[in-house]
């Protein structure tokens, strides 16, 4: 190109986008940075359930990008892109606005993947973001309200009866949250909440199969029991068609028709639209159609872009599409954007996988920390929430490189499975910085006894 526009756009404000972000701003990147979205507000989906269910607010769960960037210098667009142009360097917006880049990062995430299920777009409450989680919470509330009002039991037991189709992380988090808080709601109408039915319905044989949470799936399937009403799992069990008021699904080689009001969407996701248009060629690209990234996480036909997150697939490293794996490479393209800036090789994305965290109703979680201990209940709901609190982005006055939340080195010095009460106290120690470490760590030492508050 002549006459090149020295300045980096960014697609996308989830967790790669916006990480990427906030890191050039900390590290005094010399060239300006544009960061385009079409919502004014960044979700962070690990606690959108406790946004949804009343745990948490809006300004820690979906702050505005203006609020998060002030005082940045990073210029924020609330706009949809329509077309990325990889040849000409130009990102177009349904606004008209078009713009020019001397480097690009994708960072479109992924979206709903329905998988040509008959209705399910059409029928099925998606759980993605903060208008996703208000949709529901109106539905739900209404159907309460109409099931305490109906002498019809069959009516009722529809109203009362929610599906969650998918037995992966988001599904067991959903139908675990709902367990928890429908029968509260409902109680406080005046109702029979024994009646509310929560049903995790499960293409696999196992829920978590093949997920990152898998070694938790015997903690979950207890936890899952334990709610405040039994949620029913069915396994084997494929959707085939969500009508208005109604599921079907296949099992046994049998179709089957389950009466339900509510059908919650958790099975998978797809790829963005805008990748899937690029002009990558297959090769380039693995079996979902995911673009192939270099291990410095540039596209390998156009390295002057970059690729992070769930839109993109690292070669011949097999990472999962998680919150910590998205801005640790946020992290990593900021970093390399800065050396090219700067003249100076680029390094390998280095991606530190420190375990998973997992919901399981209202104050319970299951933990698994660098596959050396499980930790289940209300010490690995703690962990989950000091972790997460921590990470929280914030203002770029307050910003620190959170990719250091769980420093490798400061694990290894402090977790030993032979101790295992003492190590989850120094753990959230590291992990709960500051006032949330602290409040976090007190109330673990008071549930671990006093043999542990010795040590």
């Known amino acids: 190109m002549n006459n090149p526009v020295y300045q ?5 404000g989830g967790f790669t986008g916006l990480f990427t972000a906030l890191h050039l701003a900390h590290e005094h990147y010399p060239r300006s940075v544009i960061l385009i979205d079409k919502n004014e507000r960044f979700c962070f989906k690990p606690l959108l359930y406790e946004y949804f269910d009343g745990e948490m607010d809006t300004v820690q769960v979906v702050p505005r990008y203006s609020e998060l960037l002030k005082g940045s210098g990073i210029v924020f667009v609330q ?7 990889l040849h000409q360097r130009e990102v177009k917006l349904a606004s008209g606005t078009s713009y020019n880049y001397s480097n690009l990062v994708l960072a479109l995430g992924s979206v709903t993947g329905y998988h040509h299920v008959a209705g399910a777009k059409e029928n099925a409450f998606p ?8 949709a529901l919470d109106k539905h739900l509330r209404n159907c309460l309200q109409k099931a305490v009002q109906t002498d019809d039991i069959e009516q009722r037991r529809k109203l009362l009866t929610v599906v969650v189709v998918g037995g992966g992380a988001s599904g067991v988090e959903m139908a675990a949250t709902l367990a928890d808080f429908l029968p509260h709601w409902y109680d406080a109408l005046g109702g029979n909440s024994s009646e509310i039915k929560v049903v995790l319905l499960n293409h696999g044989q196992k829920i978590l199969d093949g997920d990152i949470n898998d070694p938790l799936r015997s903690i979950a399937e207890k936890e899952l029991q334990k709610r405040s009403i039994a949620i029913e799992i069915l396994t084997e069990a494929e959707a085939t068609a969500v009508r208005p008021h109604a599921i079907e699904y296949k099992s046994n080689d049998q179709i089957k028709t389950l009466a339900t009001h509510t059908t919650i969407w958790t099975a998978g996701t797809s790829n963005h639209p805008l990748i899937q248009e690029l002009p990558i060629p297959k ?4 079996r979902h ?9 540039q596209l390998l036909d156009f390295p002057e872009v970059f690729a992070g997150g769930d839109c993109a697939v690292v070669q011949d490293n097999s990472l999962p599409p998680t919150a910590q794996v998205a801005y640790q490479q946020g992290a990593n393209i900021a970093r390399n954007l800065k050396a090219i800036a700067l003249g100076e090789d680029l390094k390998s994305a280095k991606v530190n996988i420190r375990g998973t965290l997992l919901k399981l109703g209202l104050n319970d979680a299951a933990a698994n920390l660098f596959n050396i201990f499980e930790v289940a209940g209300e010490p690995a709901h ?12 914030t203002p770029i006055h307050d910003f620190k490189a959170t990719t250091e939340w769980l420093d490798e080195e400061i694990f290894h010095h402090h977790l030993d499975p032979r101790d295992v009460g003492k190590k989850v106290v120094q753990a959230v120690e590291v992990v709960g910085a500051g006032v949330v470490g602290v409040l976090v760590t ?10 542990h508050k010795k040590d």
């Open 8 to 12: 980096t756009i960014i697609v996308g």
């Open 79 to 85: 706009d949809t892109v329509q077309a990325i142009d």
């Open 127 to 134: 759980f993605w973001t903060q208008a996703d989680a208000i």
């Open 283 to 286: 090769e380039h690209r693995d």
């Open 289 to 297: 159609n995911h673009p192939l990234v270099t291990p410095t996480m």
């Open 382 to 393: 703690l962990i989950r929430q000091g972790t997460y609190l921590t990470l929280l982005p």
């Open 442 to 451: 007190r109330k673990l030492l008071k549930m671990l006894g006093d043999e």
